[in-house]
């Protein structure tokens, strides 16, 4: 047992607490057949990566889940690990070398890999050592890397799979490349924003001499890969031009004029360039047409070969250069304004470019079928619900994807390419070919999209493809818990992965959360210079008022928008919680840690509302609402334990010598106490266990994380005095407000009647009130006393009190002074107005003496309503 001190510090408790949580074993999950199982795995942050908000945000809701359901007696586990991050890890290795003067290039693959290796090894602990300081209470001994021996031979089993099913295949489609990160990406790694820019229109001549067509196009610079004009078949403008050709200008070929239903007539001129190398679109208008797909941007984006004299050029310069030749021709009827969607890399914010490549494909068909019955069967459930449909919308239009990337770090692609053309695909790497038996092999340079790998993990942590205990028992995955930004990069993919491979789904409910965004509601990014560290956080608020500023209040799917003075009210609270049980724990005799025999009124009251409290935040924590859970435990704590309960107990703890109300006052303090630390525990985790661990009294565990989730003591619920007891602090609360309200001190005490409906005993009402009113004497009428002189009246739904006014308030004398001070408000106030409706001034003032004048009318009018309604006050008070 330790003693606690005057006051909490999370600096020198968190790190003692987390090292007693593993030294227990707590962490620790083997198959128990016996149990119930509920498993976890957890979205692997990237292995070289630091911990942010949104780090904070979902493992935080995976902690409160995970410890939630192991006080349940579930054999709980959370797996840990981290990605291998392909892109991100490659592009941070590659600007350390640079910053040594080498490049990856000249390293060569094998030394680079090399390379990564040791900067894995170097940091990749970090992020693990980042994620126990805000709690998280993993497995750490099941801890893997989805480049680990495992993980790794998982990946090669699903592709060899799919290939051999015919669901990977090699081919040449349009995929999106970023110059930047210098590889292909999926459709979901492109992020589209709109932007503002311009709708070129430029004449095409008709190669017979007989005028032009005009087309309207957002990108000129690619005009130097056109193979096509289209214009709809049933545009009666361009009918006779069908089966025409037009001069491409600036090269001089002769292209067709085609006609295809996807063009909209209504949109630009109804005429549409056709690129199909470099539009998704006019690919699929191309492969209708039998049309050549001629690349003319290369993997920098800038023009290649075929672009003549603009080659070389980047395609911001080959826009201009192509603008100004056109003008110079007289071919660029004009310019006008358009705003348009525009796709950047998902990593590095690079505007992607849309090219005919040969890459490696995933068969999305076959896959998203049993991927969207799973949700319709209710299989896999979503939380919040709407997101059922987004993934659903997605999964019915996904397109093939595309999982080849031109990097070196990543799972290579367990591919041979011979020069007979035959490619070879084995679970084991091949020594000659499969089809001629040439022994000059190369295997495929790409490596794996780093979803791919991750899209198994749930079941690849438990030894899939073996077939395991761990795998029986604990998959599928009872939840995930993932930003909703990933829901297409990971949940989705993980969905029809689990189904092809396992048979059945990966997790059964995913429980999507919010972004932190900045106070204005802006996306934090370190370009932007408005992220938060949460060490920092942690640092300077700990741990726990950070997981319970995240969590109260919040809403599943819904940003948060980050407030430091919010985090600042959490760490009150848990100064809060700290000082209640240094009071608990200072009073309370050894005896006091029983539950007592005899109840009063107030013991009643506080035992109902922990009863009901209970079972709703189980209700809330099993249905996945932890934000209203956690807000209904800190208004528990705040008001009714803390506020109230404390405060009207210490009579009868101060009473000498101890009476048996005062040992009941103890008793129930003390059972109040072991429960509120249960309850908070998950959402809680470091001073909870730091007050468990100081509680002289025997407890089923010493170890609160172990110990059991509380139930409601013997399903007592007292409502009839529950609701005499709210009655009382209503009328205790009235008086306050209005002694307040009247500017009268605590320390005046008065004589106090009350004519009173609540159901109690006359002496415990006179009791409560004499102690928590600031009444000098408590008398119960049944009629307003008469001849009593000027009395407060102060009165609710159940009683009404009356205070004499003598020796407590002279009440003419304050109205007068409100009445005076109000009439100096108001003429403030329209001094104010008047000079801002003066033009003059507003027009040669500086802006921010006008702002000022502004805030000063607002002051003005807030002070002259508080007189106003402090007027009414004494005028409503008075019998």
């Not at 490049?103 to 693990?128: D, N, P």
């Not at 997101?387 to 999982?403: S, T």
């Not at 070919?433 to 340079?445: L, V």
């Not at 009350?754 to 009113?773: F, G, M, T």
Request: glycine share 8%; aromatic share 10%.
């Amino acid at each position: 047992m330790t003693e606690l001190a005057k006051t909490y510090e999370p600096q020198s408790t968190e790190g003692r607490i987390y090292e007693l949580w593993e030294r227990s074993g707590g962490f620790r999950a083997e198959v128990n057949k016996k149990k119930k199982p509920f498993s976890v795995a957890i979205p692997p942050p990237n292995v070289t990566g630091q911990l942010h908000l949104g780090h904070a945000f979902d493992n935080t809701l995976q902690d409160i889940l995970v410890r939630f359901r192991r006080m349940q007696g579930y054999c709980a586990v959370w797996v840990p690990g981290t990605d291998h991050a392909g892109i991100a890890t490659e592009a941070v290795v590659a600007k350390r070398l640079l910053e040594e003067g080498l490049s990856r290039q000249q390293l060569g693959r094998e030394a680079f890999i090399e390379k990564v290796w040791e900067w894995k090894e170097q940091y990749g602990g970090r992020i693990v050592g980042q994620l126990k300081r805000i709690g998280s209470s993993c497995d750490w001994s099941r801890l893997r890397f989805t480049m680990d021996t495992g993980c790794s031979e998982a990946v090669r089993e699903v592709f060899v799979r799919l290939y051999e099913k015919g669901l990977i295949y090699r081919g040449s489609r349009i995929i999106n490349r970023c110059p930047e990160c210098a590889t292909a990406l999926s459709d979901a790694e492109v992020e589209y924003t709109e932007r503002a820019g311009h709708l070129w229109h430029i004449a095409y001549p008709l190669s017979d001499g007989g005028g032009s067509l005009v087309v309207a196009t957002t990108r000129p610079e690619t005009m130097l890969g056109d193979v096509a004009v289209a214009v709809h078949p049933d545009d009666e403008r361009y009918k006779a031009h069908i089966g025409k050709t037009v001069r491409l200008p600036l090269q001089g070929r002769d292209i067709p004029v085609i006609a295809d239903g996807y063009v909209d007539m209504s949109f630009g001129t109804g005429c549409l360039k056709i690129t199909p190398a470099h539009d998704p679109n006019d690919y699929e208008v191309a492969l209708r047409h039998n049309l050549p797909r001629p690349l003319v941007l290369n993997e920098k984006a800038a023009v290649n070969e075929r672009g003549g004299k603009y080659c070389g050029m980047s395609r911001e310069q080959a826009r201009e250069a192509v603008l100004r030749d056109l003008e110079g021709e007289g071919l660029l009827v004009r310019t006008e304004d358009h705003t348009h969607s525009v796709g950047s890399c998902y990593r590095c914010g690079t505007t992607v470019e849309p090219m005919d490549s040969e890459q490696w494909f995933v068969k999305m068909e076959p896959l998203a079928k049993p991927a969207v019955k799973a949700v319709k069967d209710g299989r896999v459930t979503f939380v919040p619900k709407r997101f059922a449909k987004v993934y659903m919308n997605w999964m019915n239009g996904v397109r093939d994807w595309c999982i080849s990337r031109q990097l070196w770090w990543g799972h290579r692609i367990p591919a041979w390419h011979c020069p007979c053309g035959h490619i070879t695909v084995g679970r084991e790497d091949p020594a000659v070919c499969g089809k001629c038996g040439n022994a000059a092999i190369e295997r495929d340079a790409d490596v794996l999209d780093t979803w791919f790998s991750s899209a198994l993990w749930p079941f690849s942590v438990f030894g899939w493809p073996q077939d395991t205990d761990d795998l029986r028992y604990f998959y599928p995955t009872s939840v995930v818990v993932p930003g909703y930004d990933i829901l297409f990069f990971w949940v989705a993919r993980m969905v029809f992965s689990g189904l092809e491979h396992t048979g059945d789904v990966p997790f059964r409910t995913v429980y999507l959360h919010g972004l932190i965004r900045d106070a204005q509601g802006k996306k934090m990014s370190k370009s932007a210079g408005n992220g938060v560290d949460p060490l920092d956080v942690i640092g300077q608020y700990g741990a726990d008022a950070l997981r319970m500023y995240i969590i109260s209040g919040n809403a599943a799917g819904a940003d948060i928008r980050f407030s430091a003075e919010k985090c600042g009210a959490m760490r009150n609270f848990a100064n809060k919680l700290w000082n209640a049980a240094r009071f608990v724990i200072m009073r309370s005799e050894p005896e006091a840690w029983s539950f007592p025999d005899k109840l009063e009124l107030s013991d009643m009251w506080i035992l109902t509302k922990l009863n009901n409290l209970i079972p709703e935040v189980t209700e809330n924590m099993e249905k996945y609402e932890l934000g209203i859970a956690a807000q209904k435990l800190y208004d528990f704590v705040w008001s009714d334990f803390c506020d109230w309960y404390i405060e009207l107990t210490k009579p009868r703890l101060q009473a000498v010598p101890k009476q048996d109300s005062g040992i009941v006052a103890e008793q129930m303090l003390c059972h109040t106490l072991m429960n509120i630390l249960k309850l908070l525990h998950p959402f809680m985790p470091f001073i909870t266990e730091e007050i468990w661990q100081a509680l002289p009294c025997e407890r089923d565990k010493d170890i609160l994380m172990l110990e059991s989730w509380p139930k409601p003591e013997g399903r007592l619920i007292f409502n009839a005095e529950c609701r005499a007891m709210e009655q009382i602090m209503e009328l205790i609360t009235a008086i306050r407000a209005q002694r307040a309200e009247l500017g009268i001190p605590p320390s005046k005490r008065s004589a106090m009647y009350v004519v009173s409906d609540i159901d109690c005993d006359k002496e415990q009402l006179e009791l409560y009130l004499q102690k928590s009113a600031f009444a000098s004497e408590v008398t119960v009428v049944k009629k307003p006393p008469q001849g009593k002189g000027r009395l407060l009246r102060c009165v609710t739904g159940s009683a009404a009190a009356y205070l004499p006014a003598e020796g407590l308030v002279d009440i003419e004398v304050e109205r007068q002074k409100l009445l005076v001070a109000l009439a100096g408000a108001k003429e403030e106030a329209k001094a104010l107005r008047k000079k801002l409706a003066n033009e003059a001034f507003l027009a040669k003032a500086p802006p921010e003496i006008v702002e000022k004048e502004r805030e000063k009318l607002a002051a003005s009018r807030r002070l002259a309503r508080k007189l106003t309604a402090g007027v009414k006050a004494y005028e409503a008070s008075v019998e």
